[in-house]
T-cell receptor, first 115, second 108 residues
Framework: GAVVSQHPSWVICKSGTSVKIECRSL??????MFWYRQFPKQSLMLMAT?????????EQGVEKDKFLINHASLTLSTLTVTSAHPEDSSFYIC???????????FGPGTRLTVL | RKEVEQDPGPFNVPEGATVAFNCTYS??????FFWYRQDCRKEPKLLMS???SGNEDGRFTAQLNRASQYISLLIRDSKLSDSATYLC?????????FGKGTRLSVIA
């Protein structure tokens, strides 16, 4: 149990386009989902926390208008990178947690390359 | 947020060796931690939880030393497949806060 999927697993896009990444909890209801970003040889950095049906809480330095997060249901959160640029190329990982449990279950990640 | 510190390594050890990593923490109120393992270009995967009683799972043993405020992870009889980055995380944080971890390379 507690499987989280991400789609797509990798994406290459042109500069200026928008990319949507989906994060799904497959066998449980995720009250909270988290979006992380990891650059090569760096640590996972939290970008935002989203709760179903409410606005996401962004970490300092993360532009909410650039990284749009939607958590419309208890099993799906999406991250849209708008007007992507090469510096947005990174590994994006989501995780999900269940109510009353502290453990986070991670998705397999999405590797974004912006040309 | 409750932070932890780890030696980034890399630790290069031969197959079959025993290797130990430490992770220090600053918040004396912290009560439990996670050890995660992250392979290159993959998501972190939970290895084990660590409470005051410690934890053992096969070749892996984790201990929490509250007096000195550190957590250890001991890997016995290292395998090539143990090569990865090991991340120590304070489980009291929501969401989890990750450092760079400790990189282990097991060499044939």
């Amino acid at each position: 149990g507690a499987v989280v999927s991400q789609h797509p697993s990798w994406v290459i896009c042109k500069s200026g386009t928008s990319v949507k990444i989906e994060c799904r909890s497959l066998d449980f209801q995720a009250t909270t989902m988290f979006w992380y970003r990891q650059f090569p040889k760096q640590s996972l950095m939290l970008m935002a926390t989203s709760n179903e049906g409410s606005k996401a809480t962004y970490e300092q330095g993360v532009e909410k208008d650039k990284f749009l997060i939607n958590h419309a249901s208890l099993t799906l959160s999406t991250l849209t990178v708008t007007s992507a640029h090469p510096e947005d190329s990174s590994f994006y990982i989501c995780s999900a947690s269940r109510e009353a449990y502290n453990e986070q279950f991670f998705g397999p990640g999405t590797r974004l390359t912006v040309l | 947020r409750k932070e932890v510190e780890q030696d980034p390594g890399p630790f290069n050890v031969p197959e079959g060796a025993t290797v130990a990593f430490n992770c220090t923490y600053s918040n004396s109120a912290s009560q439990s931690f996670f050890w995660y393992r992250q392979d290159c270009r993959k998501e972190p995967k939970l290895l084990m939880s660590v409470y005051s009683s410690g934890n053992e799972d096969g070749r892996f043993t984790a201990q929490l030393n509250r007096a000195s405020q550190y957590i250890s992870l001991l890997i016995r009889d290292s395998k090539l497949s143990d090569s990865a980055t090991y991340l120590c995380v304070d489980s009291g944080n929501t969401p989890l806060v990750f450092g760079k971890g400790t990189r282990l390379s097991v060499i044939a």
